[in-house]
């Protein structure tokens, strides 16, 4: 599960850039520091996002397999 929220924390990041037509962090860095700063803001906002979900599945995964609820 922690591959897969590091694979869609990876692609969020990307989504913000291309929200905002930036080919990479080169491109993020060429733009004036107020508008740099909102991108890293969109972007640890979005990550931040899905690893605090991610926790929670992993969690929920723990919590079940603790209390026996793994089919077996």
């Known amino acids: 599960m922690s ?3 590091e694979q869609l ?9 291309d ?3 930036l080919e990479d962090a080169e491109a993020v860095g060429r733009l ?3 508008e740099q700063r ?3 803001v969109a972007i640890l ?10 926790a929670l599945v992993i969690a929920g995964l723990m ?8 089919g077996y």
């Open 63 to 70: 919590l079940r397999a603790s209390l026996g609820f793994g």
């Open 38 to 40: 909102g991108v890293v």
């Open 3 to 5: 591959f897969i929220a």
């Open 19 to 21: 929200a905002r037509d």
């Open 45 to 54: 906002a979005r990550e931040i996002g899905v690893m605090a979900i991610a």
């Open 32 to 34: 004036p520091a107020d």
């Open 9 to 17: 924390r990876i692609a969020s990041a990307q989504t913000v850039l």
